[in-house]
């Protein structure tokens, strides 16, 4: 059996029992078996940030963490439409990475 069989027959079993798989995948090493897996791929680009990161356990990053900043002093600043745009933000995007 090879690797990638007992990789596929792992998560497979990992995923009948309700278990996220989240894999950082930066030389693309497991697109196969995401795609035997019915698995989605998501592509990060950071190399246009300098201080650019992720948290893949939360959906949390550098982005998500400024959009949050920003969100606060417009509270701050009692400049609630804003607000309420960025976090509306906020929310689609850990929306999105969480589905």
């Known amino acids: 059996m090879s690797m990638t069989e007992m990789s596929v027959s792992f998560a497979k079993e990992a995923l009948k029992n309700n278990h996220n798989i989240i894999i950082i995948d930066p030389l693309k090493e497991y697109e196969e078996i995401a795609k035997r897996l019915e698995g989605r791929l998501i592509t990060i680009d950071m190399s246009k940030s300098r201080s650019g990161w992720i948290n893949p356990f939360t959906g949390e990053s550098s982005y998500t963490e400024k959009l949050k900043k920003q ?27 969480w589905e």
């Open 71 to 97: 969100a606060d002093e417009a509270i701050k600043d009692k400049n609630y439409g804003k607000a309420y745009r960025l976090l509306g933000k906020l929310k689609r995007l850990k929306k999105q990475f």
